[in-house]
C-alpha cells in the first residue's frame, strides 16, 4: 500500500483554505477572481503541495494510524478488542449474577431466547422455564413456560459490587427489570452446578485475557533486556544469549509445559496458581522478540544517528532508550499483540486438560472442562460457548496485531 | 554438506543430556513422590500400607536415594537403553511407550502430509485468483482456522458426530482390533480411523502454511520473468507451475523446522480430548500421578522428536537451496 494516496481522505483536506496550513505550506490562497480553469489547477497544485507536506510533517505515529485505519477489518477487530478490554476491567458490570452462585437445582438450563416485542411495544423479555424430572432417566427437563415473562432491561440494578474494588456500585448491563427476578435470567443458560453462563463468561474474560496480557508484557520485559544485550553488546553475552534462545526453542512446548504447570503444589492459592502459569508462558515467549529486538540493535548499531549520538557523548543508556527503541517500538507492539493470543489459546489448553487454572479461578478453560464430556455436551451443547469467545479472541487479536505489522513501517511501500 | 550434517548430529547427544537434566528436575520438583500419592489414593479408598511396605518400595525405586544419585540411576538404565520401570503400571517403560510412539509418529506424518497435499494447492489458487470471491473465502477459512484451538475443533467434531449422526468418533482402533495384534486387517482400520485426528490436528498448520504460501507466491507472480515467459507465449497453466511455484515452495522448507516438533506435541491435547493411544494421555496420567520415570521418558523422546524434526529441516533446507549450502561449508 502506498501510503502517499492516505491523505485523500483526510477531513482537513476539504478545507484547503485552512489558514494554519496554508501558513505552514507558504502558499498564498487563490484569489476568488481567477479564471475556473486556472483556479482549478491551481488547487490541484496545491492539494498535491499539501499532500506532500503533510506527510512529511507527520509524526511516525500518525503514519502508522493512518495505514492501520486503512484496513477495516483490522479497524473493527480493534474495536471488538476494546470492548474485550472493557469486559476485563468491569466484568461484574456485564454479569447477571454472582458467577460462584450454585443452585443445583438449576442444573443444565437452555440459553433463553429473547424476545424484543411486548404487547406490541418494545419491551425486552425472557420466557421463565419450569424443570420437572423425567420418571423414568431422572434426567431434568426444561420447559419454556411463554406464560411467565421476566422482563429485562439494559442498566438494570443487581447484587452489589466494587468497580475496580474501589467505586461501589450494583448498575449491571442487562438484568431483570423487576430485582425479584434477578435469579430467573440465564441469558447463556446454566452448567452443571447451576451457575449462569453469561456472568461466568464476564469473570472468564477478565482472567484469560489478563493472563495473556500479562505474560506477554513480562516477555516483552525479558526480550528487551536480554535481546538488548545480545545486540548491542555482542560477544560472550550474545554468544550465551543465543544459545540460550536455541536451547528453549527447541523444546517441545506443550509436554513441557504440561510438565511445569503439573509440577505446581495442589495447595497453591488460585492468585499463585495464576501468577505462576504467566511466568511459565513468558519462559519461552521472550525467545521470539529477543531474536527480533537483537536483529534490530544490530542493524541500527551501525547507522549514523546512533554514531551521531555517540559522538555527541551520550550515555549507553541514553543511546539505547531514546534513540534505538523507539525506532523499533511499532514492531514490537505488532509482535507482543500476535503473541498474546498464542498465550490465550496455551493457557485455555492447560486449564481445560486440568493442569492450568483450577476452580474456583473462572477462565476459558476452565469452563471449558465442563464440557469434556461428549455425553453432557449432547445434553448442554451451549457449554461449548466458552470456546466460541476464545476462538473470537484470539481472531481479533490475530487480525489487529496483522494490521500492526503491516502499518509498523509506514516508509516502507 | 556431509560436514554440516556430521556438526549437527554430534550436537544431539550434548542438547539430550541437556534436555535430560532439565527433564529430570521438571518430574521431580512436585512435591511428594509416587509413593505418597499411591499412599493417598490408598487412604481415600479406605486401605492402608504399613511402614515396611513402604520402605520396601522406598528401596526398590530408589526414591530413598538423594536426587543427583538417582537422576544418575535413570541415566545408567537410558544408557543401557532401558527407560526403567514405571511405578503405576509395574511394566518397563520401554514397552508401555513402544507400542504408543509409533502411533504418535504416525499421526504426525499423516497431518503433515495432509497439510502440504492441502495447502499447496490452495495457496497456489489463492494467489493466482486474488481477490476473487473464493480467495476471501480462503482467506476467512484461514483465519478461523489458525484461531480455533484444536481440541476444541476435536470437541466440535466429536459432539456434532454424537448427537446428529450418533456415532462415536473418538479412538484409533474399533473395539475388536484394540487390543489385537497388528494385521493388515489391524492396518485398515487405523486407516478408517486416523483421517479425522489427522485433520484436526493439521487444520491449524495448513491454514498458516496457505497464507505463506500464498504470500511467497504472490511475489513471484509480480517478477519481470512472468511478463516474459508471457511474451514468449507459454501457456498460463506452464509459466506459474515451472518457475514461480517451485521458487514459493522453497522458503516452506525452513517451517518444517517447527512444524514437525509442533504436530508431534500438538497431538498431545487432542489425543487427551479423543482419546487416542499415543503417547499424549500416557504423559498426562504420568504426571498427574507423579509417576516420574515414565514420565520423564515420554518427555525426553519429545525432546528427542523436536530436535529430530529441526535436524530434517535444516537439512532439507540446506538440500533445496545451494546458497545455504554454500554458506554452511
Known amino acids: 500500500m502506498d501510503s502517499r494516496e492516505e491523505p485523500n481522505e483526510l477531513p482537513i483536506l476539504e478545507n484547503p483554505d485552512h489558514p494554519d496550513l496554508a501558513e505552514v505550506d507558504g502558499v498564498v490562497p487563490v484569489p476568488p477572481t481567477l479564471p475556473v480553469e486556472s483556479a482549478s489547477a491551481t488547487e490541484e497544485l496545491l492539494v498535491a503541495n499539501q499532500e506532500e507536506e503533510r506527510i512529511s510533517i507527520a509524526s511516525n505515529w500518525t503514519l502508522v494510524w493512518w495505514r492501520f485505519r486503512k484496513n477495516k477489518l483490522a479497524v473493527l477487530s480493534g474495536l471488538i478488542l476494546i470492548f474485550l478490554v472493557i469486559i476485563v476491567l468491569v466484568p461484574e458490570f456485564f454479569a447477571t449474577m454472582d458467577p460462584e452462585d450454585t443452585d443445583a437445582r438449576l442444573a443444565f438450563i437452555p440459553i433463553q431466547s429473547v424476545h424484543w416485542i411486548d404487547e406490541g411495544r418494545l419491551k425486552p423479555w425472557v420466557p421463565g422455564v419450569v424443570g420437572k424430572r423425567d420418571p423414568v432417566t431422572l434426567k431434568m427437563i426444561w420447559t419454556v413456560d411463554e406464560s411467565e415473562k421476566v422482563y429485562i432491561k439494559l442498566f438494570a440494578e443487581g447484587y452489589s459490587y466494587k468497580i475496580l474494588g474501589l467505586i461501589d456500585s450494583n448498575l449491571h448491563l442487562i438484568g431483570a427489570a423487576d430485582p425479584e427476578q434477578a435469579g430467573k435470567v440465564f441469558l447463556l443458560g446454566t452448567d452443571r452446578l447451576g451457575r449462569d453462563q453469561w456472568s461466568r463468561l464476564a469473570y472468564a474474560t477478565r482472567i484469560s485475557m489478563t493472563i495473556g496480557m500479562i505474560s506477554v508484557g513480562v516477555s516483552i520485559v525479558l526480550g528487551l533486556i536480554l535481546g538488548g544485550i545480545s545486540g548491542y553488546f555482542g560477544g560472550w553475552p550474545d554468544m550465551v544469549i543465543q544459545r540460550l534462545i536455541e536451547l528453549l526453542q527447541s523444546l517441545p512446548t506443550i509436554p513441557i509445559w504440561l510438565a511445569l504447570t503439573a509440577a505446581l503444589p495442589r495447595t497453591w492459592s488460585p492468585e499463585k496458581v495464576f501468577f505462576a502459569i504467566t511466568i511459565i508462558l513468558a519462559l519461552r515467549g521472550w525467545t521470539t522478540l529477543a531474536r527480533e529486538v537483537r536483529g534490530r540493535f544490530l542493524s541500527l548499531r551501525e547507522e549514523d544517528f546512533v554514531l551521531a549520538a555517540e559522538l555527541a557523548g551520550c550515555s549507553q543508556a541514553r543511546i539505547i532508550l531514546v534513540h534505538m527503541i523507539p525506532t523499533f517500538t511499532s514492531h514490537i507492539i505488532a509482535t507482543s499483540t500476535l503473541a498474546i493470543p498464542v498465550m490465550i489459546v496455551t493457557e485455555t489448553s492447560l486449564s481445560f486438560l486440568g493442569l492450568g487454572l483450577r476452580p474456583p479461578a473462572i477462565s476459558w478453560g476452565v469452563m471449558l472442562q465442563e464440557a469434556q464430556n461428549i455425553q453432557t455436551l449432547a445434553l448442554a451443547p451451549w457449554l461449548l460457548l466458552p470456546g466460541v469467545v476464545v476462538i473470537v479472541a484470539v481472531l481479533v487479536f490475530n487480525l489487529v496485531g496483522d494490521g500492526l505489522r503491516d502499518a509498523a513501517d509506514p516508509y516502507s511501500n | ?329
Not at chain 2, 520401554?94 to 503433515?112: C, M, N, Q, V
Not at chain 2, 517478477?223 to 522453497?250: D, F, H, T
Open chain 2, 1 to 329: 554438506m556431509v560436514r554440516y550434517i556430521l556438526q549437527r548430529l554430534l550436537l544431539i547427544p550434548v542438547l539430550l543430556v541437556l534436555f535430560s537434566i532439565m527433564v529430570f528436575a521438571l518430574v521431580q520438583a512436585p512435591p511428594g513422590d509416587y509413593l505418597t500419592t499411591y499412599i493417598a489414593t490408598l487412604s481415600a479408598s479406605g486401605s492402608s500400607m504399613d511402614q515396611a511396605q513402604v520402605d520396601a518400595l522406598e528401596k526398590q525405586f530408589g526414591l530413598d536415594q538423594p536426587v543427583h544419585v538417582q537422576y544418575w540411576r535413570w541415566m545408567q538404565s537410558l544408557a543401557r537403553g532401558e527407560l526403567g520401570l514405571s511405578l503405576e503400571y509395574q511394566r518397563p517403560n520401554s514397552e508401555l511407550i513402544g507400542e504408543r510412539l509409533g502411533l504418535t509418529i504416525a499421526l504426525a506424518l499423516a497431518a503433515f502430509v495432509f497439510t502440504w497435499v492441502v495447502a499447496i494447492p490452495i495457496g497456489i489458487y489463492s494467489a493466482t485468483h486474488r481477490n476473487s470471491i473464493l480467495d476471501y473465502l480462503i482467506t476467512v477459512i484461514n483465519y478461523t482456522g489458525v484461531a480455533i484451538p484444536n481440541f476444541m475443533l476435536a470437541l466440535i467434531l466429536m459432539w456434532l458426530a454424537y448427537a446428529y449422526f450418533d456415532v462415536s468418533i473418538t479412538g484409533l482402533f474399533s473395539r475388536e482390533f484394540e487390543q489385537a495384534p497388528w494385521s493388515f486387517a489391524k492396518f485398515i482400520d487405523l486407516l478408517k480411523h486416523i483421517w479425522l485426528p489427522m485433520i484436526v490436528i493439521g487444520v491449524a498448520g495448513t491454514a498458516r502454511l496457505t497464507r505463506v504460501m500464498r504470500a511467497n507466491l504472490i511475489d513471484e507472480l509480480n517478477k519481470p520473468y512472468m511478463v516474459s515467459g508471457r511474451a514468449r507465449g507459454l501457456s498460463e497453466w506452464q509459466l506459474v507451475m515451472k518457475y514461480p511455484v517451485r521458487l514459493a515452495i522453497n522458503p516452506l522448507a525452513s517451517t518444517i523446522g517447527w512444524y514437525l516438533p509442533e504436530l508431534f506435541s500438538g497431538s498431545l491435547i487432542v489425543a487427551t480430548v479423543m482419546n487416542l493411544q499415543n503417547i499424549g494421555p500416557l504423559l498426562l496420567r504420568s504426571l498427574t500421578n507423579q509417576d516420574m520415570y515414565l514420565a520423564g521418558s515420554i518427555l525426553l523422546i519429545y525432546c528427542a522428536l523436536a530436535i529430530v524434526g529441526t535436524l530434517i529441516s535444516d537439512i532439507l533446507l540446506a538440500w533445496v537451496d545451494p546458497r545455504i549450502r554454500m554458506e554452511k561449508s
